[in-house]
């Protein structure tokens, strides 16, 4: 299994809403990320989790909470959300590189949830 | 901080021809990676290339390959024999390892015409 899966694939929410996004990965990464990306823009750094443990936040605003439940998963829980947030949420991971001259490493990216808030 | 910079956010170029996409990316450090990712209208984040700052030689991938210079910190992507399918947003990446930020440029739209 060489995938990272994300569902749901679009997601319309209202600002009073609590939703979650869900990714899923059996490539044995033991590093995950959410990226957010605006309509033409590269993706933008949100988390990062290294063997489950949250080892960096981009100052994310407290209504998305991330969670790592164990080494396949990572959910992104979403609350009282702006419509600014509408975005393409995508997850990614990796092998966990502790040497930087290490070979084949790379990011796996799934192919995103839609968010709409409304 | 690191910064990557694509200064061609459009191109086109003709089925079977060759094209050149440039990135270049600021940083003090010594070891990092290099990639190049693809991203289609369906929105998959597809990795194209990737390249390690330790090697010295370019990485190539059937028709795609790269033109490292390390000292030039320019990274480009040459696409050879283009295809249809080749269509999609190219994004030039860069990062220390999986603790630290994958930074990206501001992408390329890439067209490919029949």
């Known amino acids: 299994d060489t995938e990272v899966t994300q569902t749901p694939k679009h997601l319309v929410m209202g600002m009073t809403n609590k939703k979650s996004l869900k990714c899923e990965q059996h490539?044995?990464?033991?590093?995950m990320y959410w990226y957010k990306q605006k309509a033409k823009k590269p993706p933008e750094l949100m988390f990062v989790y290294s063997y489950e443990k949250l080892s960096i936040n981009e100052s994310v605003p407290s209504r998305f909470s991330p969670e790592c439940p164990n080494s396949s998963l990572l959910n992104l829980h979403l609350h009282a959300l702006q419509p600014e947030d509408s975005a393409l949420y995508l997850c990614?991971?990796?092998?966990?590189?502790?040497?930087?001259?290490?070979?084949?490493?790379?990011?796996?990216f799934g192919s995103g949830t839609r968010l709409t808030v409304v | 901080a690191q910064t990557v910079t694509q200064s061609q956010p459009e191109m086109s170029v003709q089925e079977a021809e060759t094209v050149t996409l440039s990135c270049t990316y600021d940083t003090s450090e010594s070891n990092y990676y290099l990639f190049w990712y693809k991203q289609p209208p369906s929105r998959q984040m597809i990795l194209v290339i990737r390249?390690?700052?330790?090697?010295?030689q370019n990485a190539t991938e059937n028709r795609f390959s790269v033109n490292f210079q390390k000292a030039a910190k320019s990274f480009s992507l040459k696409i050879s024999d283009s295809q249809l399918g080749d269509t999609a947003m190219y994004f030039c990446a860069f990062t220390r390892g999986s603790n630290y930020k994958l930074t990206f440029g501001k992408g390329t739209l890439l067209t490919v015409n029949p």
């Open positions: 390249q390690e700052a330790y090697k010295q």
């Open positions: 490539m044995g990464h033991r590093a």
């Open positions: 990614a991971s990796s092998q966990v590189v502790v040497v930087a001259n290490r070979n084949n490493y790379g990011y796996t």
